[in-house]
């Protein structure tokens, strides 16, 4: 079985690091090969660390646009010929599916991680309506006259979110994301302060400025002021926004925004909660990795975390935005020991019930010999 996954970088999100783990399991298994192909570099990500596991990767190194890119791809598909060619995230499988019309090589596999059309996107004052609708647009209609396509969702909610937009019928299947023991557990002590824990890049999407609003108004309303907030994640549109709040409201001994790092496992398990306000999201990895630490969750009260908690009571909930909710629910944790034990034990529970990476991804392998199957 020759495999090629098809992306737009290896960078440091959700979606790639999946897939760079899958890969790995990939390149060890008899009788299969697996390529990436990356339409552009990441300083910040995973490239060296797939270099260091031998997995090879091709990269696009021109200068020019869509059309470049397509060019690009055809030539990589007419030369590998391979079995599978599998897409993941908006630019690759645009591209794809334009390469698609001319090229009937291969099955094709597209990876639904998000929910982008998700009007929670309209409370973010930096996106263009027009450019949201237009690229909707273009999402629909590529996916509808591009025949045989196979879709792989990483939620039910996923699922949903595209099916009557692609017109998706029979040609699906579900599987969650998986992650990896936590190696920590049971290995390090954690701080004797109460330290929330937040993994995210820093856009609107995530929501951090509203565990800020809630930590002032945690001080402001209930003087609780030795709760540390620790915010993992590379930087984006929301880090200036984040930084100048703390900056404004004197909170720089409280919150440390640490940037992308290389030992999210070992900060999650010295960490006593984590806290995750995202406005939409299409499973929320960073939410799985806190399960295999161990931890009790405060989270949106959005479908999507809803099934990936899998329990009315397996979280404390709170809606997207609602700051003071949010702080009521920290404010829960910090003072009750015996909840975040309850709700840690969910935690590990559900990780070990759903999200397994050595389960996930012989469902991925499987999904592949089934697609090969009905040739």
């Given at each position: 079985?020759?495999?090629?996954?098809?992306?737009?970088?290896?960078?440091?999100?959700?979606?790639?690091?999946?897939?760079?783990?899958?890969?790995?399991?990939?390149?060890?298994?008899?009788?299969?090969?697996?390529?990436?192909?990356?339409?552009?570099?990441?300083?910040?990500?995973?490239?060296?660390?797939?270099?260091?596991?031998?997995?090879?990767?091709?990269?696009?190194?021109?200068?020019?646009?869509?059309?470049?890119?397509?060019?690009?791809?055809?030539?990589?598909?007419?030369?590998?010929?391979?079995?599978?060619?599998?897409?993941?995230?908006?630019?690759?499988?645009?591209?794809?599916?334009?390469?698609?019309?001319?090229?009937?090589?291969?099955?094709?596999?597209?990876?639904?991680?998000?929910?982008?059309?998700?009007?929670?996107?309209?409370?973010?004052?930096?996106?263009?309506?027009?450019?949201?609708?237009?690229?909707?647009?273009?999402?629909?209609?590529?996916?509808?006259?591009?025949?045989?396509?196979?879709?792989h969702a990483i939620t039910?909610?996923?699922?949903?979110?595209?099916?009557?937009?692609?017109?998706?019928?029979?040609?699906?299947?579900?599987?969650?994301?998986?992650?990896?023991?936590?190696?920590?557990?049971?290995?390090?002590?954690?701080?004797?302060?109460?330290?929330?824990?937040?993994?995210?890049?820093?856009?609107?999407?995530?929501?951090?400025?509203?565990?800020?609003?809630?930590?002032?108004?945690?001080?402001?309303?209930?003087?609780?002021?030795?709760?540390?907030?620790?915010?993992?994640?590379?930087?984006?549109?929301?880090?200036?926004?984040?930084?100048?709040?703390?900056?404004?409201?004197?909170?720089?001994?409280?919150?440390?925004?640490?940037?992308?790092?290389?030992?999210?496992?070992?900060?999650?398990?010295?960490?006593?909660a984590f806290i995750f306000?995202?406005?939409?999201?299409?499973?929320?990895?960073?939410?799985?990795?806190?399960?295999?630490?161990?931890?009790?969750?405060?989270?949106?009260?959005?479908?999507?975390?809803?099934?990936?908690?899998?329990?009315?009571?397996?979280?404390?909930?709170?809606?997207?935005?609602?700051?003071?909710?949010?702080?009521?629910?920290?404010?829960?944790?910090?003072?009750?020991?015996?909840?975040?034990?309850?709700?840690?034990?969910?935690?590990?529970?559900?990780?070990?019930?759903?999200?397994?990476?050595?389960?996930?991804?012989?469902?991925?392998?499987?999904?592949?010999?089934?697609?090969?199957?009905?040739?």
């Amino acid at each position: 079985m020759k495999i090629i996954i098809f992306i737009n970088s290896l960078g440091a999100g959700g979606a790639e690091r999946s897939m760079v783990e899958f890969a790995k399991f990939l390149n060890n298994e008899k009788d299969v090969s697996v390529k990436f192909i990356c339409l552009k570099h990441k300083k910040i990500g995973l490239e060296e660390e797939v270099e260091a596991s031998g997995l090879e990767t091709i990269y696009f190194e021109g200068e020019g646009g869509f059309i470049s890119k397509f060019l690009f791809l055809n030539r990589i598909i007419n030369k590998e010929n391979p079995d599978i060619i599998h897409s993941v995230l908006a630019e690759a499988n645009f591209v794809l599916r334009f390469s698609r019309l001319f090229l009937r090589k291969a099955k094709i596999v597209q990876s639904l991680v998000s929910t982008p059309y998700s009007l929670e996107r309209k409370k973010d004052n930096k996106l263009s309506w027009k450019k949201f609708l237009l690229v909707k647009s273009l999402d629909k209609w590529t996916a509808r006259i591009t025949p045989d396509i196979f879709y792989h969702a990483i939620t039910k909610e996923v699922y949903q979110h595209y099916k009557h937009l692609f017109n998706i019928k029979d040609n699906f299947k579900i599987i969650y994301r998986g992650r990896y023991e936590n190696m920590h557990i049971g290995l390090i002590s954690k701080k004797d302060i109460f330290v929330l824990i937040n993994v995210g890049r820093q856009e609107f999407a995530k929501g951090q400025i509203d565990i800020l609003k809630a930590l002032l108004y945690l001080r402001e309303e209930h003087n609780v002021k030795n709760i540390k907030l620790e915010i993992l994640g590379r930087p984006g549109q929301s880090s200036i926004k984040l930084n100048n709040f703390i900056l404004e409201n004197k909170m720089s001994d409280q919150v440390k925004i640490e940037g992308f790092v290389s030992d999210v496992d070992r900060r999650l398990v010295n960490s006593q909660a984590f806290i995750f306000p995202s406005y939409y999201e299409g499973l929320g990895g960073a939410l799985i990795e806190a399960f295999a630490a161990k931890l009790p969750c405060v989270c949106s009260d959005i479908p999507v975390l809803r099934e990936v908690v899998g329990k009315e009571d397996g979280a404390l909930f709170s809606p997207p935005g609602d700051y003071k909710e949010l702080a009521e629910n920290i404010l829960k944790l910090y003072r009750d020991e015996e909840l975040r034990n309850k709700l840690s034990t969910h935690s590990y529970s559900r990780f070990q019930e759903a999200f397994r990476m050595e389960t996930i991804n012989k469902e991925m392998l499987n999904m592949y010999k089934e697609i090969l199957g009905s040739k």
